[in-house]
C-alpha cells in the first residue's frame, strides 16, 4: 500500500468510529462528520508531530495518531458541547485505540505472513 492510502485509512477509522457511535445511540448518520470532525481533526494533528507519513505502519506512528485523535479530539468536542462525559472519553479512547492501532497490526501480521510464505 502506499503512503497517502495508508494516512487514509486513519480517518476512515475516525469515521467509522462517529459511524458505529452514532448507530449504538440511534442517531441518524447526517451528523457523522459533524461528530468525526473534532477526532479526524486531532488524528491530523498526531500525523504531523509523529511525520506518520514516513513510517505510517510503526507503533510510534500509531501511538501519536491515536493520542492527537483522543486528546485534541475530546477538548474540541467538550469546547463544541460544553461538556465531557467520562464514559464518552473512555468508550472514545477505547474505540479509537482499536481502530487506529488495529488497522496497523493487521496490515503488519499480513506483510510478516506474505514474507514468512515466501522465504519458505
Do not use: K, N
Request: glycine content about 10%; charged content about 15%; cysteine-free.
Amino acid at each position: 500500500m502506499r503512503r497517502p492510502v495508508l494516512l487514509l485509512v486513519d480517518l476512515a477509522a475516525v469515521v467509522a468510529f462517529a459511524v458505529i457511535g452514532r448507530a449504538s445511540h440511534a442517531e441518524d448518520l447526517a451528523g457523522t462528520l459533524l461528530t468525526a470532525a473534532p477526532f479526524a481533526a486531532g488524528a491530523a494533528v498526531g500525523t504531523l508531530v509523529g511525520r506518520s507519513w514516513r513510517d505510517p505502519l510503526s507503533w510510534r506512528s500509531g501511538l501519536l495518531v491515536w493520542g492527537g485523535a483522543v486528546v485534541v479530539g475530546l477538548v474540541l468536542r467538550a469546547m463544541v458541547t460544553g461538556r465531557l462525559p467520562l464514559s464518552f472519553a473512555i468508550v472514545a479512547t477505547v474505540a479509537l485505540g482499536v481502530l487506529l492501532l488495529g488497522w496497523r497490526a493487521v496490515v503488519r501480521l499480513a506483510r510478516h505472513a506474505a514474507r514468512t510464505r515466501v522465504t519458505r
